[in-house]
């Protein structure tokens, strides 16, 4: 599209009921969702079946070549992608936020064409030969979150279009103008049918988990509804592949260097304004330069500035929605009444027309405080004391969640070992939330199953057969 209007025109439908999204950090219009319904479901669903054989008898070659150019579509668009998913879910245009989420999306659409998967051989012993392939599944259902709209509807169709599925996708209802314009602009380079984006409630994201004729599911969202599209997918037997909810502990080492770590514990808890799965949302550091890392983390984190995301300026942002926001000014509210420090932020301006809620730093609080224990999904971070390595390993594991975690040390080894002791789908060292289209990322515990990315990410979009001959 040449411009932002013109994309925004070309989603915006000509008939139908409609609803107004609303930018979070004005409260002014951004333009008009359709409000799909179960029977537009059912039709999107008639069309990729239709478009499906096609699609997966043209092979892995010209499958990955259609991606590619897909790919050079989204970067021809990048400017009027990245303004219309800043106004709608917030993020600013600079930053990791929105114009690299719209890299991203180009990113994963080149790796997903671009990772080899042959057949596997798996013994060939002169009397048996058994070989493993992937075949395709058929029609993917793809449901996703409001934080990271346009990069996670890529990370779940990418691999499934690769592998030779249609997918239908039910996005978010906060974030419904950022995946149908992505869809919109991926279309230019797919056959018709293929991909739909049905932009429904969550009657029409029960609907899909449930349909007989999909055969996964890709879920991203929160662990309570990853939980109710296990039950809405039992009758058909679906494969889902969740990535739900997280709660990542980062431990800081005593040997750390508290102000060559401050910049990367920042970003690791605050990007995305803090509304991000895998981000450092409880921090543990060692008693001995405990005060030090509060120090040095204020003092980044006070020079960040927010604001309205069109602003050149500006690395953070708002809220995507006011139910977010209350949520995270009751767990400070409750946190600062139990007798936590407050370091920075915790006092959100009440005559603002955006859900703008401050940088927040909560020092001195208990590990069984709720902003410890429960997912805040904001800017806020509370910073737990410990003494031991133990102890901290011990808190780090004692919730049913397990996206991430990190360990921030000196020395490479010794976080190495911390590392293998906790209970994450992934571990990083010096850093957090680092993800890569290359590298296999899913969660553990109720954080979810399944891995996407790479190669594993590929093979998850595909049903293994053996061929024994
Ligand atoms: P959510 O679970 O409220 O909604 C996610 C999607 O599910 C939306 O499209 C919604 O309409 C749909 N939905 C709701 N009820 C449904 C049902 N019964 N059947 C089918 N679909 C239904 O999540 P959210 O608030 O949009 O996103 C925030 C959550 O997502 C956080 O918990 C966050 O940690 C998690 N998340 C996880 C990852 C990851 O990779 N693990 C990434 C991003 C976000």
Known sequence: METYDALLAAITPASGETRTIFDPATGQPVGEAPVHTVQDLEAAIAAAAAAQPAWAALGHDARSAALLKAADAVERSAEELARLLSREQGKPLNGPNARFEVGACAAWLRVAAGTPLDPETVVDDGETRAELHYRPIGVVGAIGPWNWPMMITVWQLAPALRMGNAVVIKPSEYTPLSVLALVEILNQELPEGLLTAVAGGRDVGEAL?????????MFTGSTA?????????ADT???????????DAGIVLPDADPRAIAEGLFWGAFINTGQTCAALKRLYVHDA?????????????????????????????????RQQFDIVAALVDAARESGARILLGGNPESDQPGNFYPTTL??????????VAEEQFGPALPII??????????????????LGASVWSSDPAEARKVAA??????????????????????????SGYGLEFGVEGLKALGVPQVING
């Open 362 to 371: 909560v020092a001195d609080i208990a590990n069984s405080n709720p902003l």
């Open 289 to 321: 330069i405990y005060d030090a890392v509060c120090e040095e983390l204020t003092n980044v984190a006070a020079a960040m500035p927010m604001g309205n995301g069109l602003d050149e300026a500006n690395v953070l942002g708002p809220l995507q929605n």
């Open 209 to 217: 988990a449930g349909h007989p004729a999909i055969g996964k599911i």
């Open 237 to 247: 037997v679906k494969r889902l592949t969740l990535e739900l909810g997280g709660n």
């Open 225 to 233: 509804t990853g939980k109710a599209i296990i039950r809405s997918s």
């Open 385 to 402: 004391r410990y003494r031991s390595v133990d102890e901290a390993v011990a808190m780090a594991n004692a919730l049913d969640v397990g």
């Open 421 to 446: 002791r906790l209970e994450a789908g992934t571990v990083w060292i010096n850093k957090h939330g680092a993800v890569d289209p290359r590298i296999p990322f899913g969660g553990a515990k109720q």
